[in-house]
């Protein structure tokens, strides 16, 4: 039986493979399998993991258990977030307000004085400033909220990709980044520099080319990467 192929029931209380029920048992609540074939259950003694023949892992149990990230799972305890290995063991000394996944070997986290930095699979700070929010790193770059109130694009050792500050911000996706000023949503490029003037209620990001944008009046219409407002092939 492959992992990949267990799914979870519609109420979250049990595994199905092939439409049937496995493991013989339903829990409180579970989450779906993630690599290298561990999922987050909750029963009667608390939240822990399973392998993927619905043996658990470890004997400890938490508060809360979520998904293996980088072989790093987050979990919560008596108020205290931190993350554990296969083991139940945690795998660093320190704890925070909370945690999220580790993504490309990195995790955003929130300290007891709200403020947000990233981590390595060690629990060690990879740069010294610290954020107002901070989401996960893709491709090398993630997006942090500072001090200013204004969103900005970082590296892993926390130096700022670009010069320019916006009051949203999201993350780079096929070479373009959806960004907002004071005008609307438009989009961005690896420099910060907007990729064409028009502003918009809402973006997506790119998809294969193109993006879903809702104007203003609430229409939507659909852009590509060289955008001209006034073509009108690219409107409706």
Request: net charge negative; proline share 2%; with cysteine.
């Amino acid at each position: 039986m492959n992992w990949q192929d267990i799914k979870v029931s519609a109420d979250n209380s049990h595994f199905l493979f092939d439409g049937k029920q496995i493991f013989g048992r339903k829990f409180i609540e579970v989450l779906k399998f993630h690599s290298p074939g561990l999922a987050p259950v909750k029963d009667k003694s608390g939240s822990y993991h399973i392998d993927s023949f619905g043996n658990q892992l470890y004997v400890e149990r938490f508060a809360r258990t979520f998904g293996f990230y980088c072989n790093r799972a987050a979990v919560v305890q008596d108020d205290k977030c931190f993350h554990i290995t296969d083991t139940g063991k945690q795998a660093y000394k320190d704890t925070f307000a909370w945690t999220g996944n580790f993504q490309e070997n990195f995790c955003s986290v929130r300290n007891s004085e709200n403020k947000y930095f990233h981590i390595d699979l060690d629990g060690n700070r990879i740069y010294n400033d610290s954020f107002l929010y901070c989401g996960d790193f893709k491709d090398g770059i993630a997006c942090v909220k500072t001090s200013k109130g204004l969103f900005r694009h970082i590296y892993s050792n926390g130096k700022y990709l670009h010069d320019k500050e916006f009051s949203d911000l999201g993350i780079y996706h096929k070479n373009f980044a959806i960004a907002k000023d004071n005008g609307g949503w438009y989009h961005i490029d690896k420099s910060g520099n907007e990729i064409y003037r028009q502003r918009f209620l809402a973006v997506e990001p790119f998809y294969n080319g193109f993006a879903l944008v809702t104007q203003f009046d609430n229409d939507k219409i659909i852009i590509d990467e060289i955008f001209d407002f006034s073509n009108p092939d690219m409107v409706g």
